[in-house]
């Protein structure tokens, strides 16, 4: 049942919105393996590279069903981490700012990640900083969606 989980298609289409973007090379759902900034070399062929890592929902609340006073649907947020790894040798800003902006609009398009949410909310961090030659940010999503007591 996981696989079918609205938890894991909402994820699925972060990652298929997200290979809409002609600006980006690779998206996976793992971080790149590296210890270090400089070892970002050994991925530098699959850059600009995002890393979407779907955490777990946090129920908010409960709606009851109409017959009985059990609940069986959950209104849950769930946080999805976008990292993204890019070469910038000669303007480390405008690479961020491009980046960012293609993400953004791409991710505002279907707010309700193709009927399976609410609602999306998208906030954004740089402050992983610039590191020459290479330019790593986040974007947070929160994807607000109802589920029921059979699956997440």
Not at 5 to 29: A, F, G, M, P
Not at 43 to 65: C, D, Q, W, Y
Not at 123 to 140: A, K, S
Request: aromatic share 6%; net charge negative; charged share 20%.
């Amino acid at each position: 049942m996981a696989a079918n989980s609205k938890r894991e298609r909402i994820i699925l289409n972060v990652v298929s919105t997200l290979e809409d973007i002609s600006t980006l090379t690779t998206i996976q759902r793992t971080r790149p393996a590296f210890n270090d900034m400089g070892n970002l070399d050994l991925v530098a062929a699959n850059l600009p590279l995002a890393a979407v890592i779907g955490k777990a929902p946090v129920p908010e609340g409960n709606i009851s069903s109409q017959d009985n006073a059990e609940y069986i649907y959950f209104t849950s947020e769930l946080p999805i981490e976008i990292s993204v790894y890019a070469a910038a040798t000669s303007s480390p800003d405008s690479v961020v700012s491009t980046l960012m902006d293609d993400i953004w609009v791409e991710l505002h398009k279907d707010l309700t990640r193709g009927s399976y949410a609410l609602m999306t909310s998208v906030e954004m961090e740089v402050d992983e900083g610039l590191n020459h030659p290479y330019v790593i940010f986040r974007m947070n999503i929160t994807v607000t969606y109802t589920h029921g007591i059979d699956s997440i």
